[in-house]
């Protein structure tokens, strides 16, 4: 699914104009940015939940050259789908 699919099927959805469904998920998707770097944890109740995790150091082999690479520490978010939509799918 596109933006632009989802903007539609949020305006049919609730009954809002394009426009307004637009700015509805841009001011969502900006939130969601904002919380996930300061690492808060966001939950939504039959969706699931996203964290921010810690991924750790770790040397990795190209495995064409043989070459050692070491990949640095990073943060990365993680979803953890709520049982409902499992039993959706």
Same mark, same amino acid.
């Not at 989802?6 to 919380?35: M, P, R, T």
């Not at 409902?84 to 799918?89: F, Q, R, S």
């Given at each position: 699914?596109?933006?632009?699919?989802?903007?539609?099927?949020?305006?049919?959805?609730? *009954?809002?104009?394009?426009?307004?469904? *637009?700015?509805?998920?841009?001011?969502?998707?900006?939130?969601?940015?904002?919380?996930?770097?300061?690492?808060e944890?966001? $939950?939504?109740?039959?969706?699931?939940?996203?964290?921010?995790? $810690?991924?750790?150091?770790?040397?990795?082999?190209?495995?064409?050259? *043989?070459? $050692?690479?070491?990949?640095?520490?990073?943060?990365?978010?993680?979803?953890?789908?709520?049982p409902?939509?499992?039993?959706?799918?």
């Open positions: 699914m596109t933006k632009k699919e989802l903007v539609n099927a949020i305006a049919e959805d609730a *009954g809002l104009s394009i426009k307004d469904a *637009g700015n509805a998920l841009n001011s969502f998707v900006a939130s969601f940015a904002v919380a996930m770097k300061k690492g944890r966001i $939950q939504l109740p039959g969706m699931g939940t996203f964290s921010v995790t $810690q991924r750790s150091a770790r040397t990795v082999r190209n495995p064409r050259t *043989g070459a $050692q690479l070491n990949i640095p520490a990073k943060k990365v978010v993680k979803f953890k789908a709520a409902a939509l499992n039993e959706d799918l």
